[in-house]
């Protein structure tokens, strides 16, 4: 991967089969593609039951800049105007003020979670250290019936993950 997180068949490993809470697993997927010549961006994807939930990739957050209106739709100028201001927004709108996020940020959130003990990770700033942390097998049914208050509080594209967490353990 070359994103310090080693290779993309041991992160996957870890993902569906170390951390992936037992009800989960054969029901979430993760999936990495890679293209050539694209200074080694990827695009990080996560299936629930067969079909895509969330996306994660340099053009996924550039759409989001554009469809919320940060930036012009450049797309007509070429690849230069298609990624015009992109880096400048980029730390403009830190993740936690985003609903759209980076193949870079998918691995260092990943770091992040990987590193700091689970209650610290469902109760972070960070939504997508939350993602990892919802479908983690380490989260007990006393915490996950805590949980269930705060749903709501979750931006919509996390919802998904909160409720697929708690159905299976209702």
Not at 51 to 78: C, H, P, R, W
Not at 84 to 111: I, S
Not at 127 to 147: E, H, N, S, W, Y
């Amino acid at each position: 991967m070359g994103k310090a997180l080693g290779s993309w068949s041991g992160m996957r490993k870890y993902l569906e089969q170390e951390m992936l809470a037992e009800s989960l697993k054969g029901r979430v997927r993760y999936n990495c593609t890679s293209y050539k010549n694209t200074d080694n961006c990827k695009i990080f994807e996560i299936f629930i039951d067969g079909n895509i939930s969330k996306q994660f990739s340099f053009e996924t957050v550039n759409t989001y800049f554009i469809d919320m209106g940060y930036k012009e739709d450049s797309a007509l100028t070429g690849l230069s105007g298609y990624w015009d201001g992109f880096f400048t927004l980029l730390q403009q709108y830190p993740a936690t003020e985003r609903t759209e996020y980076t193949d870079e940020e998918f691995c260092e959130t990943l770091e992040t979670y990987r590193n700091q003990d689970i209650q610290e990770s469902i109760q972070s700033d960070n939504p997508l250290v939350r993602m990892f942390a919802i479908l983690d097998r380490r989260l007990g049914k006393r915490t996950l019936q805590k949980l269930k208050d705060k749903v709501n509080l979750q931006p919509e594209w996390l919802k998904q993950f909160y409720n697929l967490r708690l159905s299976e353990n209702s």
